[in-house]
């Protein structure tokens, strides 16, 4: 089982990029997801999920600027993030449970200026 993100970089204050987790070794459709992000020095927090019936939580901090979807015929997970804020420079990871596991991807990077 792997998960592999893409679409960080560096975005300018008020952006709007999308990250995307493409999965390998399981159908995403089937589990919960999550992404995480840790900002330097900080810990690791999740910032959006999404369950296998669809229902979507999020932090706080992202209510009503980030968006978590499923991508089926990609066997995906999007964030899309609107209206970026220094603050949420950090590196974002993709997480899932399987079997009694919990399956990380490796990050990317987003980088937000002012």
């Known amino acids: 089982v792997q998960l592999v993100e893409s679409g960080g970089g560096l975005v300018q204050a008020g952006g709007s990029p999308r990250l995307s987790c493409a999965a390998s070794?399981?159908?995403?459709?089937?589990?919960?997801i999550a992404w995480f992000r840790q900002a330097p020095g900080k810990e690791r927090e999740m910032v959006a999920a999404i369950a296998p019936n669809g229902v979507t939580r999020y932090a706080d901090s992202v209510q009503g600027r980030f968006t978590i979807s499923r991508e089926k015929v990609r066997n995906a997970v999007n964030l899309q993030m609107n209206d970026l804020k220094p603050e949420d420079t950090a590196v974002y990871y993709c997480?899932?449970?399987?079997?009694?596991?919990?399956?990380w991807g490796k990050g990317t990077l987003v980088t937000v200026s002012k």
């Open positions: 070794g399981l159908i995403f459709d089937d589990y919960a």
């Open positions: 997480w899932t449970y399987y079997y009694g596991r919990d399956i």
